[in-house]
């Protein structure tokens, strides 16, 4: 499998490259030449079988003739068994029609571990073998770095560098990363939002000098291989729920639209996924595209789900691209027109083409609120602000026909004060994760500058 940069200015790779690479060098994101189609019958027969088998035929698609199928296989068998429930990945009923899909089982308490375990094994698998050393630098709106550092602590073959905004994530989200006590990870705290975090990894990956002296890669939703990942359990929770023969819909908690996209991607690999709604909270840039056709970047507002106050969704360029026809150079136009000016207008034909599949709408922290308490009130379930943000969307959106499968992409005790405070009980950690707040936390911290962070990066390399 081929992948050709969003940009079309980069030269094609393959699947190793485009996952150690991160972004393109033309500042595109890679996507493969051509989406791989299941036939209808092999869909069907995911039904019953275990989450890695359907994980290694999956991602196997997107890696064909680069990673053996019993490399992968028990790649994905190790990653999977993190998790701490045998489905790694599994449903809970809401209502007659509506279902909630638990992805988050693994070390770090959120969605991102489904990806980013795999990941990490994958690093481990190509750059033992290429005997490198890589430097990843990770900006994170809260549950991508500590999914990483949970990943990638003590491995031989990576140091990771993890950029959070200081003071906009939980206690519980800090943690994950900050008690991590092995000498290849490093933790910054960054007086800034989160897009000012994904801007300076931008930046960084644009110095080319940088990113040859320290052998940048990125495990932000740009790199491929996520993405990849995440369109798994589209599989496993649309055939468990009847398809391939009925189709079945999505509501996903957005922030950049990593999640949201990896179901396009199942839907282009032939799962019949009728409609995916694009939940925010009011950092609602991607629900305002849907909704008017116009993708205008906001100020960014701290809320109680903060792994989506995003007002850049960089997975957005991905879908952009489809929607011009893989038209690279107006692709290219559009998205540097944006980090000028902060807008994009979709041509007509464009907005018609997302709107097919993707339908938007935001949330505001009271009704987030609110329906942490409802959802408790009705079903007994406990659901964290993330969660929260989809069911909420799902109960105003009218077309939906059959089932739908609400992703919960993060375990409520992550968010404990904001669960709290909107329904009285504070939910407890998982056993396993329990003595997270007596480790001792090791950050530093340093401002927006993007020439600072670099300086950083460069000393904790060794470079
Ligand atoms: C990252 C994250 C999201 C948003 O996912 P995207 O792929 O960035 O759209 C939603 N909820 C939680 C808990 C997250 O950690």
């Not at 996903?252 to 396009?264: E, I, Q, R």
């Not at 960089?314 to 011009?324: C, D, G, I, K, Q």
């Not at 904001?418 to 090791?442: F, H, I, M």
Request: proline residues 5%.
């Amino acid at each position: 499998m081929r992948y050709v940069s969003t940009r079309g200015q980069a030269p094609h790779v393959g699947f190793v490259d485009a996952v150690l690479g991160g972004l393109a060098p033309d500042g595109g994101l890679y996507v493969p030449q051509a989406w791989p189609l299941l036939r209808r019958e092999e869909i069907a027969g995911f039904a019953g079988k275990p989450y890695a088998e359907v994980a290694a035929r999956v991602i196997g698609a997107f890696a064909e003739g680069e990673i053996a199928a019993a490399d992968l296989r028990q790649m994905c068998a190790e990653a999977y068994a993190t998790f701490t429930h045998a489905a790694v990945v599994p449903l809970t009923q809401l209502s007659p029609q509506v279902f909630l899909a638990e992805l988050f089982h693994g070390p770090s308490l959120a969605f991102k571990d489904v990806a980013m375990q795999i990941l990490a094994r994958l690093y481990d698998h190509f750059l033992g073998d290429q005997g490198r050393v890589q430097t990843i630098l990770c900006a994170t709106s809260g549950d991508t770095g500590g999914a990483a550092v949970e990943a990638f602590r003590g491995r031989k073959n990576v140091r990771v560098v993890a950029l959070f905004p200081e003071g906009r994530i939980s206690e519980v989200q800090r943690r994950f990363m900050t008690t991590a006590s092995e000498a290849n990870v490093a933790c910054v705290a960054v007086k800034g939002s989160f897009d000012d975090c994904q801007a300076i990894v931008k930046a960084a990956f644009q110095d080319e000098s940088l990113r040859q002296a320290v052998d940048l890669s990125g495990v932000n939703s740009i790199n491929f291989a996520r993405i990849a990942a995440q369109s798994v359990y589209y599989f496993t929770t649309a055939v468990a729920l009847g398809a391939p023969e009925r189709e079945v819909s999505f509501a996903v908690p957005s922030g950049n639209f990593g999640d949201a996209f990896a179901g396009f991607v199942a839907r282009e690999m032939g799962l019949p996924i009728g409609r995916i709604l694009v939940a925010t909270n009011a950092n609602d840039i991607l629900a305002q595209t849907f909704q008017t056709g116009r993708y205008a970047r906001g100020k960014v507002h701290p809320t109680i789900s903060p792994a989506m106050d995003i007002q850049s969704a960089s997975n957005f360029e991905r879908l952009y691209f489809e929607a011009v026809e893989r038209q690279g150079t107006e692709t290219a136009r559009a998205f540097e027109a944006f980090a000028q000016a902060g807008t994009i207008d979709l041509p007509p034909q464009a907005a018609a083409y997302m709107r097919h599949v993707f339908l938007g709408a935001s949330t505001s922290e009271k009704d987030t609120a609110r329906t942490i308490l409802s959802t408790l009130n009705e079903t007994g379930e406990l659901v964290d602000p993330h969660t929260a943000v989809a069911l909420s969307a799902l109960a105003r959106a009218k077309d939906f026909k059959g089932p739908v499968v609400a992703l919960s992409t993060a375990h409520p005790a992550k968010f404990p004060e904001a669960v709290a405070a909107a329904c009285g009980l504070t939910p407890s950690l998982p056993r396993g994760v329990a003595d997270l707040s007596a480790k001792p936390e090791r950050f530093d911290r340093l401002p927006a500058e993007a020439d600072t962070i670099k300086a950083y990066v460069r000393a904790f390399a060794g470079a």
